[in-house]
Nanobody
Framework: VQLQASGGGLVQPGGSLRLSCAASGRIFRANVMGWYRQAPGKQRELVAS???????NYAESVKGRFAVSRDNAKNTVYLQMNSLKPEDTAAYYCKFSHRGIDYWGQGTLVTVSS
């Protein structure tokens, strides 16, 4: 499975960005897709994940501001990020999991700064 992420960039505090991650290859229908982030000097942490049936899970720090969604026909997961804060600055990584195996995409950098 290969993952291609896009959508990062520089945004002012209070702004919005949308990340996308498309999975390709041999994909089983029962899977989990999600987003993690890693800020400089910190450990990678879960931002949000979504199961193939649509059930979503969020980190407390992003609840009410971020929304994860997916298009199963396109094997693509999205992360809509609103009301961005400087502390959201990090490299964001998409993750795809099925049959007990995890795959990671390349990071896409999100910088929130005025």
């Amino acid at each position: 499975v290969q993952l291609q992420a896009s959508g990062g960039g520089l945004v002012q505090p209070g702004g919005s960005l949308r990340l996308s991650c498309a999975a390709s290859g041999r994909i089983f229908r029962a899977n989990v897709m999600g987003w993690y982030r890693q800020a400089p000097g910190k450990q990678r942490e879960l931002v949000a994940s979504i199961v193939s049936n649509g059930f979503a899970n969020y980190a407390e720090s992003v609840k009410g501001r971020f929304a994860v969604s997916r298009d199963n026909a396109k094997n693509t997961v999205y992360l809509q990020m609103n009301s961005l804060k400087p502390e959201d600055t990090a490299a964001y990584y998409c993750k795809f999991s099925h049959r007990g195996i995890d795959y990671w995409g390349q990071g896409t950098l999100v910088t929130v700064s005025s």
